[in-house]
C-alpha cells in the first residue's frame, strides 16, 4: 500500500513522517515554500526526542502522480481548501481511489462521496505544528495521535483495517470504528475553541466562552437530531495516550487556527467549525452568538492579514453580547 498525503502541512507531515520512518512508502503533496523547502532539502521533522531531515518524495500536484491499484489518499489540509483539492484529485485519479479524510470538522467526506466511490473518515487527535517551510512539528512523547477510521457514513472493511495497522506499527493509535462520525461531532465540539485562540489572547474569560461555543454546538447538534459520543466515550479512547514533551525548551503553544493566522495564509478553517454550528442553528432555529462573532471576526482577521489574538477578550465578549441581543 502507499500512502499519499494531500496536504503535509503539520497533520500530513507528521503523518508521512511516522509512515515513511516505518518503512512505508509514502508520497506528500504540498504547495508554495514549504513544497519548495521539501523538495531541496528534505522534510525536516522535529519531535521530543530528535530532529531529522527526510527524504520523502513531495510533489505539488496529483497530476504528478503515476497513480497505482495500491494507492490511498489521506486528504489532511484545512477543510476550506479541501473542493479544490478534490476536483485535481478527481481529474487525475478518476473516482475509484480509495479517499480517507483526515481532517477536522464533518463537512470533508460528504464532500468527498460527490466524486469519489470509496470515502472514509478518520479521528484526528494529534499536535502536529508547520510553522516553518519545509519543517514539521509534534510534541507528542510517545503515541503520535489517535487517528481511528471508518467507512463514510458507517461500517468498517479491509481496506481501513490495513490503514490503522499501518498507522498503528507507525507509533499512532488507530482503530477501525464504524461509527466513527459520533467521535468527529464530539471533536466538533472541543475544536469551537480554536477560533478563541486565533482570535484573542488567553485569559479567565475565554473559559466562559468556549462553554458558550459549546453549549451553543450541543443545542444544534441535538435540534438535528445528531448524535455524538459522549464525554465518558471520549475520555475512554483518549486516555492518557498522548502526552506532551518539549522540542527545544518550548512546549506547543496553540493549535491550527492560530498557525493560519501566524504564518498569515489569508484564510482559516472556522466555516467549518464554528460555521457549522451557525448552519445547524440557521436550519433548525437554535441561536448562535459565540460561534457567529468568532466565525465573522476569525475570517476578518485572516483575510486582512492581522495578528493573531489582536482582539482583546473583553471585546470579544462585548460583541458577543450584541450579537445575542440582537
Not at 289 to 314: F, G, K, M, W
Request: charged share 20%; proline share 4%.
Amino acid at each position: 500500500m502507499r500512502f499519499i498525503i494531500y496536504g503535509a502541512g503539520g497533520i500530513g507531515g507528521v503523518i508521512g513522517a511516522q509512515l515513511a520512518l516505518n518503512g512505508r512508502d509514502v508520497v506528500l503533496i504540498a504547495r508554495g515554500n514549504h513544497l519548495q523547502a521539501i523538495q531541496e532539502w528534505g522534510l525536516t521533522y522535529q519531535t521530543p526526542h530528535r530532529s531529522e531531515v527526510l527524504d520523502i518524495l513531495a510533489i505539488g500536484h496529483p497530476g504528478e502522480i503515476d497513480f497505482r491499484v495500491d494507492d490511498v489518499v489521506l486528504l489532511t489540509m484545512k477543510s476550506q481548501h479541501t473542493r479544490a483539492a478534490l476536483d485535481d484529485l478527481y481529474g487525475a485519479a478518476g473516482d475509484e481511489i480509495p479517499v480517507i479524510c483526515c481532517q477536522n470538522g464533518v463537512a470533508n467526506e460528504r464532500a468527498a462521496l460527490r466524486r469519489f466511490r470509496r470515502v472514509y473518515a478518520m479521528l484526528v487527535y494529534l499536535p502536529a505544528n508547520a510553522l516553518e517551510p519545509g519543517v514539521v512539528q509534534t510534541h507528542a512523547l510517545e503515541t503520535i495521535g489517535v487517528l481511528d477510521a471508518g467507512v463514510y457514513p458507517q461500517g468498517t472493511d479491509d481496506l481501513i483495517a490495513e490503514v490503522t495497522g499501518a498507522l498503528t506499527a507507525a507509533r499512532f493509535s488507530a482503530v477501525p470504528n464504524p461509527t466513527v462520525l459520533r467521535f468527529k461531532y464530539a471533536k466538533l465540539l472541543m475544536n469551537l475553541g480554536n477560533a478563541i485562540s486565533a482570535v484573542s489572547p488567553p485569559g479567565e474569560a475565554a473559559t466562559e466562552i468556549r462553554r458558550q461555543l459549546q453549549a451553543e454546538g450541543r443545542a444544534c447538534l441535538d435540534a438535528a437530531g445528531i448524535d455524538l459520543a459522549s464525554r465518558e466515550e471520549v475520555r475512554e479512547r483518549r486516555g492518557e495516550l498522548i502526552r506532551m514533551g518539549e522540542i527545544d525548551g518550548q512546549g506547543r503553544q496553540f493549535g491550527s487556527s492560530w498557525q493560519s493566522l501566524t504564518r498569515g495564509t489569508g484564510d482559516i478553517e472556522a466555516d467549518y467549525l464554528n460555521g457549522e454550528i451557525v448552519l445547524l442553528g440557521r436550519l433548525h432555529g437554535v441561536p448562535t452568538p459565540a460561534n457567529a462573532v468568532l466565525q465573522r471576526l476569525a475570517n476578518t482577521l485572516a483575510r486582512e492579514h492581522a495578528p493573531a489574538q489582536s482582539i482583546p477578550l473583553a471585546e470579544l465578549q462585548r460583541r458577543i453580547s450584541a450579537e445575542a441581543s440582537g
